[in-house]
């Protein structure tokens, strides 16, 4: 069988496996494998097919990367988290690491500091959570930027 052939059946078996993925590097390398077999059809020796093979596949998964980044960046990461953004009250600053014991919804908390420099007040805002845990920042965000 020509070289063509196994390159492209490659990149067919890799696009399939990519519909059940979904995480796009599959694609790159399936496109790399049709790049390749395309150079195998132009009648370009193997050295200069797993070149091909192999530049376009860094330059696609680099580019994979840079979209991602660029992506990932506008959407936040808050997921069903509803309690970010609520107030909680401080019963109790645990030590110097920035721990604290919260009242929110009618319970006790375990809760840290996302920044120790911030000022540690009676009431602060949840900006996150690590399991049980919550993340403290400041009531009011604008006062944290200098």
């Known amino acids: ?46 050295v200069v097919q797993l070149a091909a093979a192999s530049i376009s596949t860094v330059a696609g998964i680099i580019a994979v990367q840079q979209y991602k980044k660029r992506c990932m960046r506008k959407v936040p990461k808050l997921g069903n988290n509803l309690d970010i953004g609520q107030t909680v009250e401080v019963l109790v600053w645990v030590g110097n690491e920035g721990r604290a014991r919260v009242d929110y919804r009618g319970t006790q908390w375990d809760a840290r500091l996302d920044d120790l420099s911030l000022e540690r007040g009676q009431t602060m805002r949840i900006i996150g959570a690590e399991g049980s845990t919550f993340i403290l920042g400041a009531l009011n965000p604008a006062s944290t930027s200098n």
Do not use: D, K, P, R
């Open 1 to 46: 069988m020509a070289w063509q052939y196994w390159w492209w059946s490659a990149a067919i078996a890799l696009a399939v496996l990519e519909m059940a993925s979904g995480t796009f590097y599959l694609l790159v390398l399936a496109a790399a494998a049709l790049i390749s077999g395309l150079l195998a059809w132009a009648g370009m020796g193997e």
